[in-house]
């Protein structure tokens, strides 16, 4: 493969970071990325964060900056907000979050005080650190209530949503998470959130992409306000957007800024703009459903296997493997399946008997491999990989991980990944 890619300037004023570069575009080519949070993002995406929109400043929204200079970078904030409304479907967007846990501090600051109330499912349940958990600033500075997943269906429990929220009364209720392989109820967080008046926030960083492509339901008529990162499933540079009918623009743009940021990124903006753009074109859509059939599949074929998957298979593009049965701790397999060119990341699994640095699951995803034109047919050869690996952690037999690393690194020769193919 021809890698490293070409970068005359950075070889050579820095060859010790060019390296570096270097060996993680090899790595990120010659692996098989599970990491659901993951992504490759085009060639387009990629030069766009490399553009000189990065040398200014622009505090401040379109027509309204406290800069001057600012005639084209007015219009690419307006592009990226404009295509951010068409493709969610929303009357506003605010596409300056730095990343999604700012995006969700935003949010609180929108419509909450501190030592206010917010329920939000529970990180080791599944939910995400910013949605009121202890060690995060928004458990600290509110108080944060949790919700999490039933022990028998590994389904989010609605009952237990709607008597926390009735006794609690949240001014914000979270609903979205980092490790829920099945889909978001928005209609029951919805409702449950106008009982109680809360400001019911969905947050989408994981299922963007699936939302935009048609391959996920869309939260818009239920939610107050939509948070995401565009760099998971949307395949977008690490940023955020937040997302709401108009009767909240107001208070989320100046949460923002200037509540929160000063000068947004502009070079990132216009990325958001390129991957909002390749998200509208019909391919996206079949991208989405691709992802979702691979990760069914991948599901089943890993089920085949006598694999545990919590809740017992996905609707998305996750899936959250409960190893306790193969007598293999996550952290270990999560090692060994790295040595074998796998990369997946060790993950609590609901009621985790073990710590949450040395937990009982791997989670896994298919967006990347999916970005690469993987499909169904190879599934079932992902998961002979996962078993193979597995065991062989358990077995300590670095050969067997070694022989697997090489089938892996032959197979994704064959499937070049977007922003690294080469001409
Ligand atoms: C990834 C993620 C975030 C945080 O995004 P960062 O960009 O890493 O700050 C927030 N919420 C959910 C549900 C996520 O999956």
């Known amino acids: 493969m021809p890698l490293p890619l070409s970068h005359p300037a950075l070889s050579a004023a820095d060859p010790e970071l060019a390296d570096l570069v270097g060996a993680e575009e090899r ?7 599970l990491i659901p949070s993951e992504n490759y993002v085009s060639a387009a995406v990629l030069e766009a964060t490399g553009t000189v929109l990065q040398n200014k400043y622009s505090e401040g929204y379109a027509g309204r900056r406290y800069y001057e200079g600012q005639q084209n970078i007015d219009r690419v904030e307006t592009l990226a907000v404009e295509r951010a409304k068409a493709v969610f479907g929303v009357e506003h967007a605010n596409v300056q979050p730095y990343s999604g846990s700012p995006a969700n501090l935003a949010a609180y600051l929108a419509f909450a005080r501190p030592g206010d109330t917010v329920l939000g499912m529970s990180l080791p349940m599944g939910g995400h650190l910013t949605h009121g958990w202890g060690v995060s600033a928004t458990g600290t500075w509110f108080h944060g209530v949790q919700y999490g997943v039933h022990a028998d269906t590994g ?6 949503v709607r008597d926390l929220a009735r006794k609690e009364r949240p001014k914000i209720i979270f609903c979205g998470g980092t490790a829920v392989p099945r889909t978001i109820d928005f209609a029951a967080f919805g409702e449950i959130a106008r009982e109680v008046d809360a400001v019911l926030v969905a947050d989408i960083a994981h299922i963007a992409g699936l939302i935009a492509g048609g391959a996920h339901p869309s939260p818009v008529p239920h939610a107050d306000v939509i948070s995401t990162t565009t760099h998971k499933t949307l395949r977008g540079p690490r940023g955020a957007m937040l997302m709401s009918r108009a009767t ?9 800024f200037p509540g929160l940021q000063g000068g947004p990124h502009n070079h990132t903006t216009a990325a ?24 069914k599949a991948l599901a089943e074929a890993l089920l085949a296997r006598g694999f545990d ?34 990369v997946v990341n060790y993950n609590t699994v609901p009621f985790d008997p073990r710590k ?20 169904t047919d190879l599934m079932p050869q992902v998961a ?8 062989a952690a358990k077995a300590d037999d670095e050969a067997a991980l070694a022989a697997v690393r090489g089938e892996v690194a032959e197979l994704m020769a064959h499937y070049p990944a977007p922003g690294l193919a080469t001409a």
């Open 384 to 391: 002979e990989w996962i078993e193979r690996g597995v065991t």
């Open 27 to 33: 790595l990120q080519a010659d692996t098989l990325r």
């Open 309 to 342: 998957l919590v809740s017992g298979g996905t609707d998305n593009h996750l899936v959250l493997i409960d190893l306790t049965g193969k007598d293999v701790p996550g952290k270990v397999a999560a090692k060994a399946l790295d040595r074998a060119g796998i």
């Open 155 to 160: 389904l989010i429990d609605f009952d237990q």
């Open 356 to 375: 949450p640095f040395d937990p009982s699951g791997i989670r896994i995803g298919t967006p990347s491999l999916t970005s690469r034109g993987l499909g």
């Open 248 to 256: 909240h623009a107001k208070a989320l743009d100046k949460a923002v």
């Open 272 to 295: 958001i703009a390129v991957a909002l753009h390749e998200a509208a074109a019909p391919a996206f859509r079949d991208y989405a459903h691709a992802v979702v059939a691979n990760a």
